[in-house]
Nanobody, 128 residues
Framework: QVQLVESGGGLVQAGGSLRLSCSGS????????MGWFRQAPGKERECVAV????????YYGDAVKGRFNISRENAKKTVYLQMNSLKPEDTAVYYCAARESTLYPRTYYSKGGAYDYWGQGTQVTVSS
């Protein structure tokens, strides 16, 4: 069982920045592909950014391309989401997700259904 704990959410003005962190409990964290997803009230869950277990391959949702950056530090068992130029429409609960990907270190997964483990979520609110 992998436990994921997100942190770093909060209230920020439009144009500001936040960095989310997700810490994982798996001893072999480096074998897990990771992702950030978000869900706003009344909307479906959407893929924000995902990263392969090796860290060399990433994918971003169209809404955040050029503004957000996903990265990971396997030694710290942590994945980050740097969010810049935030907009009110980025307001949502952000979730971290993980799935084992030992055999496919360069594969990333952009569908939420591909992930086996989820964090509890952290609220990000962007005021206009």
């Amino acid at each position: 069982q992998v436990q994921l704990v997100e942190s770093g959410g909060g209230l920020v003005q439009a144009g500001g920045s936040l960095r989310l962190s997700c810490s994982g409990s798996a001893p072999n964290f480096s074998f897990y592909a990771m992702g950030w997803f978000r869900q706003a009230p009344g909307k479906e869950r959407e893929c924000v950014a995902v990263i392969s277990s090796s860290g060399g391959d990433t994918y971003y949702g169209d809404a955040v391309k050029g503004r957000f950056n996903i990265s990971r530090e396997n030694a710290k068992k942590t994945v980050y989401l740097q969010m810049n130029s935030l907009k009110p429409e980025d307001t949502a609960v952000y979730y971290c997700a993980a799935r084992e990907s030992t055999l496919y270190p360069r594969t990333y997964y952009s569908k939420g259904g591909a992930y086996d483990y989820w964090g509890q979520g952290t609220q990000v609110t962007v005021s206009s």
